[in-house]
């Protein structure tokens, strides 16, 4: 079955940067789209961006632009969520998700990463 | 933008309870609308999709309706472990950008 496994907790300083991992499994990791969302506590959850199955294409969400890479590397069924010049309302638990067939609904989701950005 | 506004934001029910979520759209969004039940501690799971088609291993208790700007979940008999917060997402535009509502609580 499909199985999205993101790295661990991370506490960073405002100014720097954090890149999150998720690994996939489970199924042909070059046929999905992979999005990242964040969530805060009582709130629903915020698209960031996505990157295509291959790589190639990625779409960010315009308050993200310029401070937001996304990348994946097909060797190791891996995509990446880089977020720089961090600020302490960037802190949220960071996920990846998986869209099938590019239409935008969410199948499959890994289990979060919580990003603490306090000085 | 299309903003996803849900009511109500909290609902006390109890279990055996049927129960309906409403999710309205400031624009037709046609059927791109999703539903996703969120616990505690845990990613959200994807419960419908096309506003009314049940995703992969999701039980019959849960449907989906509507298309355009109204849309609503029904659970027909609440259990135990469906209490947590529904959100809806529209999917209409390509990138998605801002698309979830606020959310909808169901507690005991």
């Known amino acids: 079955h499909v199985q999205l496994v993101q790295s661990g907790a991370e506490v960073k300083k405002p100014g720097a940067s954090v890149k999150i991992s998720c690994k996939a499994s489970g199924y042909t990791f070059t046929t999905y789209y992979m999005h990242w969302l964040r969530q805060t506590p009582g709130q629903g959850p915020e698209w960031m961006g996505l990157?295509?199955?291959?790589?190639?294409?990625?779409a960010y969400a315009q308050r993200f632009q310029g401070r937001v890479i996304m990348t994946r590397d097909t060797s190791t069924s891996t995509v990446y969520m880089e977020l720089s010049r961090l600020r302490s309302d960037d802190t949220a638990v960071y996920y990846c998700?998986?869209?099938?067939?590019?239409?935008?609904?969410?199948?499959?989701w890994g289990q979060g990463t919580l990003v603490t950005v306090s000085s | 933008e299309i903003v996803m506004t849900q009511s109500p934001a909290t609902l006390s029910v109890s279990p055996g309870e049927r129960v309906t979520l409403s999710c309205r759209a400031s624009q037709s969004v046609s059927s791109n609308l999703a539903w996703y039940q969120q616990k505690p501690g845990q990613a959200p799971r994807l419960l419908i999709y096309g506003a009314s088609a049940r995703a992969t291993d999701i039980p019959p208790r849960f449907s989906g309706s509507g298309s355009g700007t109204e849309f609503t979940l029904t659970i027909s008999s609440l259990q135990s472990e469906d209490f947590a917060i529904y959100y809806c997402?529209?999917?209409?535009?390509?990138?998605?950008?801002?698309?979830f509502g606020q959310g909808t609580n169901l507690e005991i």
């Open positions: 998700a998986a869209d099938r067939d590019g239409s935008g609904h969410l199948q499959h």
């Open positions: 990157i295509n199955p291959n790589g190639v294409s990625t």
């Open positions: 997402q529209h999917y209409h535009n390509w990138p998605p950008g801002d698309c």
